[in-house]
């Protein structure tokens, strides 16, 4: 796997546009990253993920996986995990779809993590991705970041993240014990 890191701002050609672009701190990736077998993580990951929910309705281009990510990741964060957004923008001719999650680093590997689950009447902000199925998530590459804003800056899609997007996520109650969730 080939991982570009950047600490300090780089020069790119984007795929997309085929302009320099420069890129702030954050990643590139060439190639899937390795997926974590750490059951432990993946399960206190997917319990801080089902304590939150949004409270606004998935609409595509007002709140769909860009903003929905971002919450995610900035949930994680708080909570100390080592989460990055990932996004994949592709040009409106491409038969690929463009997609934003989250990934977050677990011993060197990655629990790839689904924002929008809330759409298909999940009670929860997000779920780990099982691994036969993260092949969705996993194209032959990706941008990984810390620094959404900026790079969607990049695509003219920054201004998504300047809304209060935090003040959809909403914490949902404890179960009672021996009921399901």
Known sequence: MLIHEYNQPTDIICH????VATLRAGRLLRAKPPLTNNTTAIHDIDKALASHN???PYCIGEFDCLESSYAVFTLLRAQGYDAYVMYRIVPSWSSEESHAWVVVKVDGAYAVIETTLWNFGVDA???VVIPEDVNVYHTD???MTTEPKEYLD???FGYRLEKDIMGHVKALAEPTPGSPR
């Open 141 to 143: 590459s990706g941008y």
């Open 54 to 56: 949004f409270d606004t």
């Open 16 to 19: 997309i546009t085929c302009k």
């Open 125 to 127: 902000i997000g779920g």
């Open 154 to 156: 990049q695509y003219g």
